[in-house]
């Protein structure tokens, strides 16, 4: 871990005290690449779902217009998890959706090809020494570099993927004692079967959806058939996607069961690099404008070596989480996808999946264009709502020893789960019966967008910390002098300021704050 990065385990001992992330069936012992959240996670995992629904579909790129110079058209769909087989057939997932794995024949554990790495003498060869191999971003890292520098003195780095596998009987395995343990790559699916149906025979086959866009391409026709939508716009689908990582870890950032919003982009082929580029730039400055701003958000463009054969273009927005610091991790891709997916469908399904365009064509003697039928070029902003809620976490997670409250989350307020707090300053003298007055008048208000705190339990001190590891950006305390003026007191997460202002205007003070 670099230095100055934030501590996961503080952040994740934060996420469970507070009610954020919780282990997945943990009074049975956990299971593996799952997690649940909490009430707060819960909330501001919705708000994060709401603001990508907000954004992306009800007033799409906050009503700008695109590159065609009309404002962006959006609709949502909501598909199944499991699909016809032949779905993910097409897709090219059930024959390619693989991650090479290696096995190691000594820990007997296993790990993706591409998430090895191995030491090895910076010049010159190793002589009778090993390869330290080691996963990135795990304690096997510095464990690993340590043998290697007293054997090598100055080390490089290469991926395991880079060796040609004739050398694996000179690697040392991440946790092995002996050399040469690791197995050749080999593919497995990443894809949870089920049985459709009461005999679970071979015939009944089915799989869990690994990602949501597929169910967009398959709806394609019959939302082009049904509304009145027309080319360029999008389709937009968010739900639970499963996939059978081999080695789930970092907290929830590689889990086997996960959330995603993703959004397909129709476009003729003559304007999909300018709506590539359009998306590309708009995701980035959305995971701006919800607190993810600074040096921890990237956008990395892939080189043309990485492209898929049908892509004109791809990038990632990447977050620089404490575990994978100094480097950063996949919070988004936007692909540019061609027609390779509507292709592969129209294919496998015998259904013209062909879009009529009557503004394109030649002309008619009349003027007016004759249309033309094309496959639409796809551009897919496609995210994942975990990662995106671990990286609000991530960022928003500060520590200031100078502060009463040593630990707080700096969650951006449209995203907090709890919008304000409401406490009388002593449980007593009139004080209470306000703030009750106050809390059901604000959650009358905000219950729409998140929820509105009511403690009178312990010191005041106290009930400000416990808020501030929330995340809920003000606090309106009632005091003695509530009581004479009508005023109470606002405090403020960020700065632990305090101000005074009306009771009655409590309400649009929140108003103007949150941005909801
Ligand atoms: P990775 O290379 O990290 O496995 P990917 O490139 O396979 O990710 P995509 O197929 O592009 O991911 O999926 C889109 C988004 O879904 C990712 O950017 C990520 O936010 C989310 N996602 C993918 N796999 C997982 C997972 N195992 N756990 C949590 N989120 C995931």
């Keep these: 871990m670099a230095e100055g990065a934030k501590s996961m385990d503080a952040i994740m001992a934060l996420c469970k005290r507070r009610g954020f992330i919780y282990q ?290 791809t990038s990632d927005v990447e977050y620089r989480f404490p575990f994978t610091a100094p480097g950063f991790g996949e919070l988004e891709g936007i692909a540019h996808r061609g027609d390779y997916d509507l292709k592969q469908h129209q294919e496998h399904s015998k259904t013209k999946l062909q879009y009529f365009d009557a503004t394109r064509g030649e002309l008619a003697p009349n003027g007016q264009p004759k249309g033309e039928w094309y496959l639409p070029h796809c551009i897919e902003p496609a995210a994942g709502l975990d990662r995106g809620v671990l990286a609000l976490i991530c960022e928003g997670y500060t520590k200031d020893e100078t502060r009463p409250s040593p630990e707080f989350l700096k969650l951006h307020p449209r995203l907090s789960p709890i919008k304000a707090a409401v406490f009388p300053l002593v449980a007593k003298d009139g004080m209470p019966e306000v703030a009750e007055k106050l809390h059901a008048e604000l959650t009358e208000k905000f219950w729409r967008v998140g929820m509105i705190d009511f403690d009178e339990k312990q010191s005041i001190g106290k009930r400000y910390a416990r808020m501030d590891e929330a995340g809920t950006p003000f606090c309106f305390t009632i005091d003695g002098q509530t009581l004479q003026d009508q005023t109470v007191t606002v405090r403020d997460r960020d700065t632990g300021k305090q101000d005074r202002i009306g009771i009655d205007k409590a309400g649009q003070f929140l108003v103007d704050r949150l941005g909801v």
């Design 24 to 313: 997945a069936s943990e009074i049975y012992g956990g299971i593996n690449g799952f997690w649940d959240y909490g009430p707060l996670g819960a909330q501001l995992k919705k708000n994060l779902r709401e603001a990508w629904w907000q954004d992306m579909i009800m007033n799409p790129c906050w009503g700008r217009k695109g590159p065609n110079g009309q404002r962006v058209r959006c609709v949502p769909v909501e598909t199944r998890i499991v699909q016809h087989p032949k779905v993910w057939e097409a897709s090219g997932h059930v024959g390619g959706f693989n991650d090479p794995m290696v096995d190691c024949k000594e820990t007997k554990q296993r790990y993706r090809y591409d998430h090895v790495s191995v030491y090895v003498p910076s010049s010159g060869d190793a002589g009778d020494k090993p390869f330290f191999a080691f996963m990135k971003d795990s304690p096997s890292e510095t464990k690993q570099l340590k043998k290697a520098e007293k054997a090598f003195g100055q080390v490089r780095t290469v991926p395991l993927t880079s060796m040609p596998v004739t050398d694996f009987a000179k690697v040392l395995a991440p946790d092995a004692e002996k050399v040469g343990s690791l197995t050749e790559p080999r593919q497995f699916n990443l894809m949870f079967k089920t049985y459709i149906g009461a005999t679970a025979s071979e015939d009944d086959k089915a799989y869990l959806r690994p990602e949501t866009a597929q169910g967009i391409f398959v709806q394609f026709k019959n939302v082009v058939d049904t509304t009145r939508v027309k080319i360029p716009f999008g389709i937009g689908n968010t739900g639970t996607s499963f996939r059978n990582e081999v080695t789930p870890r970092n907290f929830t950032f590689r889990s086997r069961e996960f959330d995603q919003a993703e959004l397909e982009f129709f476009c003729h082929p003559s304007e999909s690099v300018e709506w590539y580029k359009f998306w590309r730039d708009f995701r980035m400055e959305w995971w701006k404008s919800i607190g993810l701003a600074g040096e921890n958000l990237i956008l990395r463009e892939h080189e043309k070596d990485e492209l898929s054969h049908y892509s004109q273009g």
